[in-house]
């Protein structure tokens, strides 16, 4: 064989299109040629260090947040039931600002009552703002807006890694 | 291991909107890296894979599963890739010089990222259908029926395209990677 064809036949070897052995009659050119050996190994490494060129990775986070932001431009959140969560931390979240309200709430209510005993009956101006503040809360826990919850594990993410840093 | 393509397929069909979601999981980052190996720019790469992915869900109803999905979503990156145009030249040398490991052995990392910069800019330097022959065969690791898919051409002719840009490559880089002369036969 001549080298151009064995030089050929090289590059599909180095591609890995002919695993293992070299047929023989390259086998037995390599073994008399320099020039053609010499070839071989730069192909190979060649093709490595092309192999080899590194990708920056965006922060992990990344994947997550970008997979929001393209489900969002496309509707997806709105029309999909989604499947059941592990752990709802956004509605724990939300329960605590209700409970926290209901409890300014009852506070309010009770220092209201115990102050001015023979007050009018039905809430004060405040009590009644306050009672909607719990209505709005309310209805957010509702609302199926998952991405509150990527939005705070992002952010827990990120936090996590600048404690490691 | 991801959700095999057929079984997102057959969710799209369905009208599962949560299989998108699924199908955007899988392939991310194989998109994001194929648009970084054209551009060499992690924002211009990000911005690319996610708009493939806009494309590939509004042309979903006109996916005719000729092609495998994957291969389908290659073909919408490679063809943004490909119209994309940035002003200035790849950024290898910078990136591939900052992505260097300093220790240990300085010396061999300095020379690794010399090298990797030069084979970036010969790469870049191919003409684009070999181009995205060598970063689809050797970058992403497609075998040559998944690049003719995503080229639209016959495998032999991806094989040839890849003959071609080796031996391209393999000219433009002459004083790369001919050192080691001496391993050179298994
Ligand atoms: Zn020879």
Known sequence: MRCDEIQALLIEVADGAL??????????????????????????????????????????????????????????????????RPLPVRAWAWAGVAAALLLVVGVTLLAGRGLFPFAPSGPTPEETALLRNLEVVRDLELLEDVDILQDYELLRTLASQGRAT | MHEPDEALLGRLRAGDASAFEAVIAAYQRDLYRLAYRFTRNMEDAKDLAQEAFLRAYRALPRFDGRSSLYTWLYRITLNLCLNHRRGKMPEATKETTALADPAPGALEALAESERQAAVAAAIASLPPQQRATVILRVQQGLSHKAIAEILDCSEGTAKANFFHAVRNLRARLQGYGAQEGSDAVR
């Not at chain 1, 590194?54 to 039931?81: D, F, I, K, N, T």
């Open chain 1, 19 to 84: 695993a293992g052995a070299l047929p023989p009659e390259v086998e037995r050119h390599l073994a008399d040629c320099g020039a053609c050996r010499a070839e071989a190994a730069a192909l190979r490494e060649l093709l490595r260090t092309v192999a080899q060129d590194p990708v920056p990775e965006p922060p992990a986070p990344y994947w997550a947040a970008s997979r929001q932001e393209m489900a969002r431009r496309l509707g997806l959140r709105q029309r999909a039931a989604g499947p059941a």
